[in-house]
Antibody
């Protein structure tokens, strides 16, 4: 079945780095855009980043540019998010999501279960 | 920065119609999307491109958009529809992707 499984979350100190991964299965990964979306404890959803099917188009939320890097390996059906200079307000559940992208907008039609990132000393 | 505005909460009795609105200046030009998130679970897409329903989503869920407002309607809301609902869209340039603040739907 169509599935996304995130991993790599954990406890990290402020200023530290962490790399999240998302393993895709059950669909042709290389046909789809992919996105990262996060949710701080008790808060709403926040779009983080997306990457096009071949990796040629990438975008980030303005507040994250320069600290986070999205990438993908279509041969391994894998999506990644490298996070640097982490701050307490980066504490959140991070979801990867399959993305149907067109000029009118983006639909996140399949979501993983999320991985928790906690930034604390 | 672009914002989508939702009411914090909506409450209905079972069987009533629930309407959740989402306001944004670019909605006349950009599609609205709706996500349902039940407690402790990942979000689920319930409406895309303003009014289309993914397979597996019950027919009681519908969407519409007029002017700067998108609306999610749940006709004959059921207890299992209790959840947080988030709208999503982009600004007119497509450069800023945002979720609304979310609406907690209570059905009791």
């Amino acid at each position: 079945q169509v599935q996304l499984v995130e991993s790599g979350g954990g406890l990290v100190k402020p200023g530290g780095s962490l790399r999240l991964s998302c393993a895709a299965s059950g669909f042709t990964f290389s046909d789809y855009y992919m996105s990262w979306i996060r949710q701080a404890p008790g808060k709403g959803l926040e779009w983080v980043s997306y990457i096009s099917s071949r990796g040629s188009t990438i975008d980030y939320a303005d507040s994250l540019k320069g600290r986070f890097t999205i990438s993908r390996d279509n041969a391994k059906n894998s999506l990644s998010l490298q996070m640097h200079s982490l701050r307490a307000d980066d504490t959140a559940v991070y979801y990867c999501a399959r993305t149907i992208a067109d000029l009118g907008g983006d639909a996140f039609d399949i979501w993983g279960q999320g991985t928790m990132v906690t930034v604390s000393s | 920065s672009y914002e989508l505005t939702q009411p914090p909460s909506v409450s209905v009795s079972p069987g009533q119609t629930a309407r959740i609105t989402c306001s944004g200046d670019a909605l006349p030009k950009k599609y609205g999307y709706w996500y349902q998130q039940k407690s402790g679970q990942a979000p689920v897409l319930v409406i895309y491109e303003d009014s289309k329903r993914p397979s597996g989503i019950p027919e009681r869920f519908s969407g519409s958009s007029s002017g700067t407002k998108a609306t999610l309607t749940i006709s004959g809301a059921q207890v299992e529809d209790e959840a947080d609902y988030y709208c999503y869209s982009t600004d007119s340039s497509g450069n800023h992707r945002v979720f609304g603040g979310g609406t907690k739907l209570t059905v009791l």
